[in-house]
């Protein structure tokens, strides 16, 4: 059974609500908000997702505007969209701290990463994801 957004109602577009689009774009290949609202909507939410922690001071290194196969070759995942959408991507620079589930009768683990990734929809402005470079044992 094809269970496209066509034939689910009521399915608002993917992802949480996060930055709030500043200019109409009608265009595929031109985005809704400036880079600078994205690197700003991080620098005031951080980074943080259900397993994600800072240890230290980070900053906004870069953002950028790439279409979605770009963002599959990178991190070797994507959101599930077609491989021209136009997708905002926010680098940022720090020491994030991330914790595996529990495994019953094991430790638990802590990995740490030096670069995160938070990824936008560049038209509607939400949040879609969340990547972590690299990871060492802590």
Known sequence: MDRSDATRPNQGPPG?????PTRV??????????AEDAAAFV???????IRIGTAGPWAVEAVEFIPERE????FATGTGAAEDTLRCLVTVRGI???AALPIPGRERRVGVAHQAYV???AHTGNSLLRVLGPTERA
């Open 96 to 98: 994030f701290a991330v």
């Open 25 to 34: 774009s009608t265009a595929p290949a031109v985005p809704a908000f400036a």
């Open 119 to 121: 990824v936008f929809d």
């Open 43 to 49: 620098a005031a939410h951080g980074v943080g997702g």
């Open 71 to 74: 963002l599959q070759a990178r």
């Open 16 to 20: 949480v609500p996060a930055i709030t």
